[in-house]
C-alpha cells in the first residue's frame, strides 16, 4: 500500500513538472516578447482589418489588379494624383492641378518632388507608363476613362480620350489610379508607390508587413513598421483589440460596439456612400409584378435594421447616395415602411393567402422570393434576417441564401429574385458612377435585367454634361426613377468606423473610406 | 432493473419528445422579430433572454431542439441500419461480395472522418439534410464492421447450423437467428455514437455548412452569435448549453447501455 | 518483414482510391469548374472562351484520361492553381502545412501529459474518490463540442487573465497554446478513459496477482509491468487519434486564426474553391493512411506476441 501512494505521488509529480514546464514555458517567452518590445525604441503598429482577402478582391496591393487598390491606397503604399476631401471634392496630391482643355483633352502637371519609395522622381513619363499599364489589364479602368493618347512632358501630362469624359479626373483617383512605378513591377503582388509606406511582405489574406518609407515626399513619417492582420472574423477582431494583439481594427461586429466605448479606445467614424442595397430580378416572373417589388420596399424596416441591428452606426437609406451629398439623402422619396399598406395592396393585386399558411399566391403562384445576398459585409446577413421575418408578416416567404458563393448565382437568370449587396455608389465624388454600373442597359452589375428609357436617355444627358451642379440635379431624377420604379431599395449607408487603442493618433475614418494610413499615424 | 438506465432513459425520451413536439412547447414563436426587445437580458419573461432582433431565446432552444436531436437521430438511425444491414449480409455469405464490401469500407476508414466530412458538405453545399448525408456517408464502415465480426461469429454457433439443417431460408436465419444474437453491441455502439455524432453536426453547422438561418438549429445559432460572447453572453451560451446537456444525457445512456449489457 | 512489404502493398489501393476519389469529386462538384473561374475573376465569357479554356484545361476528354493526365501532373507536384488567389495549390499547402503539424505535435504531447497520469491515477484508485473525480471531469470535456471549449478558453485565458494573445501570429508555445488546449480537452477526456482501462485490464491479470502474492512493490508493479504492456496499446490509440485530429483542427485553427491547411479548407469551402479543397482532402487521407501504417508497423516491432500471431496466420 505504501508503495501504492508512492508510486501515485510520483505520477502526480510527473505531470505537475510537466504542466509547471509547459506553464513557465509559455510565460517566460511573454516576458522575452515584451521586453522586446520596451528595449526596441522602433514604433510598430498592428492593424486587424476584416476586408484585406481574397475573396474581397483585394488579393495584393497591386492597384492594377482588381480592387487590389483600395489596400495599396489605405494601407499607405499609394497615392493618386488627386486626393478627396470630407465633401468629396478633388484636391491636390501627386499633381498639383488640372485643366480641361476642351471636351477631349485634359492637362495635368505632376507636383515636382513626388518620389517613389525606391527613391526615383515621379514624372508625367513615369505616370503616363502606369496609366497605360493600368488601361491595358485592369477590367474596369478601360472602359471608364476611355483613354486615346496620353502624351508627358517634363512634369506635364496631357491626355485625350476617345469620347468627352467629365469625370475623368474622379476616376483617375479611384484606388486604382495609385501612381506606381510599374519598371518595379508586381512580384508577388508588391509594388511600389509614392506613399508614406513601403511593403516588405504580403501573404494573400492573412497579413501585409510594412515599413516606413525614409524617402516619403510629404513629410516625415511616424510609424517605423506597420503590420496589417487579416482577420476575417469580426468576433475575433475584438477580442484581439481587446487583448492588445492589435492597435487598431477595421471591420469590428457591431454586437462588439459596447465593449470599446469607454476611454481607452477611440472611435474614428464617418458617413461613406457605401450603401446596402437591394436589387430586383426583373428575369423573375415574380418580381416583374410591379405590386410585388413596391410591397418589399415597404416590408424592410430600414429604421429598425440601423438604428437596432447596426447599433445606430449607420444612415438609413432613401436614394443611392447618403445625406452629405448635394444631391443625396431625401432629396428624392420612395416608400416608407408601412406593412399594413403593402398587405392591402398585395391584397388589392389579387396576391391573396388562400391556404392559411400565411404566404400569399396568385394563379397557382407562391409569394416565394429568393434572396442572395453574401456574409462577408457583416451588415449583410443582419438585413436578410431582418427583412425576411418583417416581409414574412406582410405575406412574402423569403428563402435566404447567403453564401460567399453569390457571384455564381447572381450571374445566372433564373436562380435569384433579390441579391442585397453592398456598394460604394458615390466612390470618386460623382454620380454617374452608380447608373453607370448597375442601372444602365450595358451595365455590368445591371444583374436582373432592369431597363428605363428615361434613365438611358438621362444617362446620355449627364455624359454630355460637364458642369457638377447640373450632374447632381440630372443624379436627382435618375435616383427618383429607379425608386419609382422600385427596381432598387435602398436600406442603409455605412457609417465606416475604426476603433483604435486611446495612444494612436492620426487615424481618421475618411467618407471615401480610401484613405487610412498616412504619414501622421502615431503611437504615443 | 437498472435504476441508472431508467433515470437516463426518461431523460433521453424527455428530449426527443420536446424536440418532437417543440412547436407546442414554445412560449413565444421562435421566428418572431421584434427589434424593439433585441438583447433583453434573461428575465422571468423570457428565460434565456433575447437575440439581435428580439426573438426569444428560450423558444428558438426548444425549436431548435427538433434540427439538432431529431436529425442526429435520423443520422444514426441511417447509418445504423445501413450498416448493420451491409455487415450482415457480408458477414453471412461471406465470398466475393464481402471481401469488395470490406475494401470499400476500409477505404472509407482509410479517410480521416471529418475531413471527408467537410469535403461531401462542400460538394452538396449548406443545409441540414446535406450536412447529415456527409456525416452518414462516413460513418457506417465502422456499424458494418461491428455487424460482420458479430455475425462471423454466431454463424459458427451449433443452433445457426440446426436452423440451417431445418431447412430456413438465409433470410429467415438472419432474421430470427442473427439479428436478435448481434443487435447488443450494435445497440451499444450507436448509442455512444449520438453524442459524437450530434457534435460533429453542430461542428458543420457551426462552420455554416449544416443548417441555414433563420432554421434554429444549436450549432449555427452559437455560430451566428460568437461575436455576442461578451456583450450578450446568454445568446451564445444558451444553445452552447443545450448542446452539452444533451450530449451529457445521451452519452450517460450509452455509457449505461453498455455496462448493461456488456458489463466489463 | 512479410507482413511489413503486404501492408505496403495493400496501400497501393488505397492510395488510388484516394486519388481518385479527390478527381471524381472535383469533376462532380464543378463541370462548371471553369465557368467558376472566370466568375471567381470577375469576368465576362461567351460560350466560345468557354469552349475554349475547357479544351486548354483538358475538360473536353474522356474521364479516365483526365484522370490520369491530372494524376501525372500531380506526380510532379502539380495541383493546379487556386480559383480565387491563382496561386499554385501544392506550393500553399505545403507552405501552410508546418502550423498544422507543429498544432497536431502540441496537442498530442499535452494529451499524452494530461491522459496517461490521470488514467492511472483513476485506474489504481478505481472507484474511489480521484476516480469519480477524473472520470467526471474526462466526461464533461467529452461532452463539450471543441467550438464551445474554443470561445470559452478565448474568453478566459485570452480576455479576462490576458495570457495568450488572440490571434495566433508565429508559431510559437504561446500562440498555439489556446488552440493546443481546446483539442487536447476533448481528445484527452477520450484517452483518459482508455488508459483507465488499459491499466485496469493489466492489474486484473494473473501475473500482477502472482507478483502481487511473492511480494513484489506495488510501484514496481506498476511500472515494470503495468506500463509497459500499457503503453503499446496508448501509444497506437493516441497515433491512431491522428485522423481524427487532423480534422478537428479545421475548426479550432479557423477560430484561433491559425495559419494552417484547416482554415485554408475551410475557407476555401466557402469560396467553393475546389482545387484547394481536392488538395486538401487528398493529402489528409494520405497522411493519415501513412500515419496509420506506421503506427500498424512500429508496434508490431515493439509486441513480439504480435509477430507471433502473424506467424502462424501466414
Known amino acids: 500500500m505504501k508503495g501504492l501512494k508512492k508510486s501515485v505521488a510520483f505520477v502526480m509529480a510527473m505531470a505537475l513538472t510537466m504542466a509547471t514546464f509547459t506553464g513557465c514555458g509559455a510565460k517566460s517567452e511573454t516576458a522575452t516578447s515584451q521586453s522586446e518590445v520596451s528595449s526596441d525604441a522602433k514604433k510598430t503598429f498592428t492593424f486587424g482589418d476584416t476586408t484585406f482577402n481574397a475573396e474581397n478582391e483585394e488579393a495584393n496591393i497591386d492597384p492594377h489588379d482588381t480592387y487590389c487598390g483600395w489596400a495599396c491606397i489605405r494601407y499607405g503604399i499609394g497615392e493618386t494624383l488627386f486626393k478627396f476631401n470630407d465633401n468629396m471634392e478633388l484636391e491636390p496630391w501627386v499633381a498639383e492641378s488640372f485643366e480641361n482643355v476642351d471636351e477631349l483633352t485634359w492637362k495635368i502637371v505632376i507636383k515636382d518632388g513626388v518620389t517613389f519609395s525606391n527613391g526615383k522622381a515621379v514624372d508625367a513619363a513615369a505616370v503616363k507608363a502606369c496609366i497605360e499599364d493600368l488601361v491595358a489589364v485592369h477590367e474596369r479602368a478601360a472602359g471608364d476613362l476611355a483613354i486615346d493618347t496620353i502624351e508627358a512632358d517634363g512634369q506635364t501630362l496631357t491626355i485625350k480620350t476617345q469620347t468627352p469624359k467629365p469625370t475623368l479626373m474622379n476616376y483617375l483617383c479611384d484606388p486604382y489610379g495609385c501612381v506606381i512605378d510599374v519598371e518595379e513591377g508586381n512580384a508577388d503582388g508588391i509594388v511600389v508607390g509614392t506613399g508614406p509606406f513601403v511593403c516588405t511582405e504580403l501573404v494573400t489574406s492573412d497579413h501585409l508587413n510594412l515599413v516606413k518609407n525614409e524617402n516619403y515626399w510629404n513629410g516625415e513619417v511616424k510609424i517605423d513598421e506597420a503590420k496589417v492582420i487579416t482577420i476575417s472574423d469580426g468576433d475575433t477582431l475584438a477580442l484581439a483589440l481587446q487583448n492588445g494583439d492589435i492597435d487598431a481594427a477595421y471591420g469590428m461586429a457591431y454586437a462588439n460596439y459596447p465593449l470599446f466605448e469607454n476611454d481607452e479606445y477611440t472611435f474614428t467614424g464617418t458617413p461613406t456612400s457605401r450603401a446596402f442595397f437591394c436589387q430586383m430580378n426583373y428575369n423573375s416572373p415574380v418580381i416583374k409584378d410591379d405590386v410585388v417589388r413596391k410591397a418589399l420596399a415597404m416590408g424592410i424596416d430600414k429604421e429598425g435594421f440601423v438604428n437596432t441591428l447596426l447599433n445606430g452606426y449607420g444612415y438609413v437609406g432613401v436614394g443611392a447616395f447618403p445625406d452629405n451629398f448635394s444631391f443625396g439623402g431625401d432629396v428624392v422619396t420612395t416608400e416608407s415602411y408601412d406593412p399594413e399598406k403593402a398587405k392591402t395592396l398585395l391584397e388589392e393585386a389579387g396576391w391573396v393567402d388562400t391556404d392559411g399558411d400565411g404566404i400569399r399566391e396568385k394563379d397557382g403562384q407562391t409569394l416565394t422570393i429568393r434572396w442572395i445576398s453574401y456574409p462577408s459585409r457583416q451588415e449583410l446577413p443582419l438585413l436578410a434576417e431582418s427583412a425576411q421575418a418583417t416581409l414574412k408578416d406582410i405575406g412574402f416567404d423569403i428563402q435566404l441564401n447567403v453564401t460567399a458563393d453569390h457571384g455564381t448565382i447572381v450571374a445566372e437568370k433564373d436562380t435569384w429574385d433579390v441579391y442585397a449587396a453592398a456598394f460604394v455608389t458615390c466612390g470618386i465624388g460623382d454620380p454617374m458612377y452608380f447608373f453607370t454600373t448597375h442601372c444602365l442597359d450595358d451595365s455590368s452589375k445591371n444583374r436582373g435585367g432592369y431597363h428605363s428609357d428615361e434613365i438611358q436617355a438621362l444617362a446620355d444627358e449627364m455624359n454630355a454634361t460637364f458642369d457638377a451642379g447640373a450632374r447632381g440635379d440630372i443624379a436627382v431624377k435618375m435616383q427618383q426613377q429607379i425608386l419609382d420604379d422600385n427596381a432598387f431599395i435602398f436600406c442603409s449607408f455605412l457609417r465606416m468606423s475604426m476603433i483604435t487603442k486611446a495612444n494612436v493618433t492620426g487615424l481618421v475614418a475618411h467618407p471615401s473610406d480610401y484613405y487610412e494610413f498616412t504619414a501622421d499615424l502615431d503611437i504615443n | 432493473m437498472n435504476k441508472k438506465l431508467i433515470v437516463y432513459t426518461i431523460l433521453a425520451f424527455a428530449l426527443i419528445l420536446v424536440a418532437i413536439f417543440a412547436e407546442h412547447l414554445c412560449p413565444f414563436d421562435p421566428y418572431a422579430q421584434d427589434l424593439a426587445l433585441s438583447y433583453n437580458a434573461p428575465s422571468v419573461e423570457h428565460l434565456m433572454g433575447t437575440d439581435a432582433y428580439g426573438r426569444d431565446m428560450f423558444s428558438r432552444i426548444i425549436i431548435g431542439a427538433r434540427a439538432s436531436i431529431l436529425s442526429t437521430l435520423a443520422l444514426v438511425a441511417i447509418i445504423t441500419i445501413f450498416g448493420t444491414i451491409v455487415g450482415v449480409i457480408c458477414g453471412y455469405f461471406g465470398g466475393k461480395l464481402d471481401s469488395i464490401v470490406m475494401r470499400i469500407s476500409d477505404f472509407f476508414l482509410a479517410f480521416p472522418g471529418l475531413v471527408f466530412a467537410l469535403a461531401v458538405a462542400a460538394l452538396l453545399g449548406g443545409g441540414i439534410i446535406n450536412a447529415v448525408i456527409a456525416l452518414a456517408v462516413i460513418s457506417w464502415p465502422k456499424y458494418s464492421r461491428v455487424a460482420r465480426s458479430q455475425t462471423l461469429s454466431v454463424k459458427a454457433l451449433s443452433f445457426i447450423q440446426a436452423a440451417k439443417l431445418a431447412g430456413d431460408t438465409p433470410v429467415q436465419i438472419i432474421l430470427r437467428h442473427i439479428l436478435p444474437n448481434i443487435l447488443g453491441p450494435i445497440l451499444v455502439t450507436s448509442m455512444l455514437d449520438i453524442g459524437t455524432m450530434m457534435m460533429e453536426l453542430a461542428g458543420l453547422s457551426f462552420l455554416g455548412l449544416g443548417a441555414q438561418p433563420p432554421i434554429a438549429e444549436w450549432g449555427s445559432m452559437m455560430s451566428n452569435g460568437r461575436s455576442m460572447l461578451q456583450t450578450y453572453p446568454w445568446v451564445v451560451l444558451s444553445p452552447g448549453f443545450a448542446i452539452f446537456i444533451s450530449v451529457v444525457i445521451f452519452n450517460l445512456l450509452g455509457d449505461t447501455v453498455r455496462d448493461c449489457l456488456d458489463p466489463k | ?314
Open chain 3, 1 to 314: 518483414m512479410k507482413y511489413s512489404i503486404k501492408r505496403i502493398i495493400q496501400l497501393i489501393p488505397i492510395l488510388i482510391a484516394i486519388t481518385f476519389l479527390s478527381f471524381a469529386m472535383m469533376r462532380l462538384a464543378g463541370s462548371d469548374v471553369v465557368e467558376q473561374k472566370m466568375l471567381n475573376t470577375g469576368q465576362v465569357v461567351s460560350e466560345a472562351q468557354l469552349e475554349a479554356a475547357k479544351a486548354e484545361l483538358g475538360l473536353d476528354k474522356p474521364f479516365l484520361v483526365q484522370y490520369c493526365v491530372w494524376l501525372g501532373n500531380l506526380l510532379h507536384g502539380d495541383m493546379g492553381v487556386s480559383y480565387v488567389s491563382g496561386k499554385d495549390v501544392f506550393e500553399t499547402f505545403i507552405s501552410k502545412l508546418p502550423a498544422t503539424l507543429f498544432l497536431t505535435v502540441t496537442s498530442i504531447l499535452l494529451t499524452i501529459v494530461i491522459s496517461i497520469p490521470l488514467g492511472i491515477i483513476s485506474a489504481v484508485y478505481k472507484n474511489k474518490f480521484w476516480d469519480y473525480l477524473i472520470r467526471f471531469i474526462s466526461f464533461i470535456g467529452n461532452s463539450m463540442p471543441n467550438f464551445f471549449v474554443s470561445l470559452v478558453l478565448m474568453y478566459l485565458l485570452g480576455i479576462r487573465l490576458g495570457l495568450f494573445p488572440i490571434i495566433s501570429k508565429d508559431m510559437s508555445i504561446t500562440s498555439v497554446a489556446m488552440p493546443t488546449f481546446t483539442l487536447a480537452i476533448a481528445m484527452s477526456a477520450k484517452y483518459l478513459r482508455q488508459v483507465r482501462a488499459t491499466v485496469l485490464d493489466e492489474l486484473s491479470k494473473d501475473y500482477i496477482m502472482g507478483a502481487k502474492s511473492r511480494g513484489v512493490k506495488f510501484s514496481v508493479i506498476l511500472w515494470k509491468s503495468v506500463m509497459r504492456e500499457s503503453l503499446v496499446t496508448i501509444i497506437t490509440l493516441l497515433a491512431l487519434s491522428i485522423g481524427s485530429l487532423l480534422g478537428g483542427t479545421a475548426i479550432v485553427e479557423s477560430i484561433f486564426m491559425w495559419d494552417g491547411v484547416g482554415k485554408m479548407a475551410v475557407d476555401a469551402i466557402n469560396m467553393r474553391d475546389y482545387p484547394i479543397i481536392q488538395a486538401y482532402v487528398m493529402w489528409m487521407a494520405i497522411i493519415y493512411v501513412t500515419v496509420n501504417l506506421i503506427t500498424d508497423l512500429s508496434y508490431r516491432l515493439l509486441d513480439p506476441r504480435i509477430r507471433l500471431e502473424d506467424a502462424r496466420d501466414e
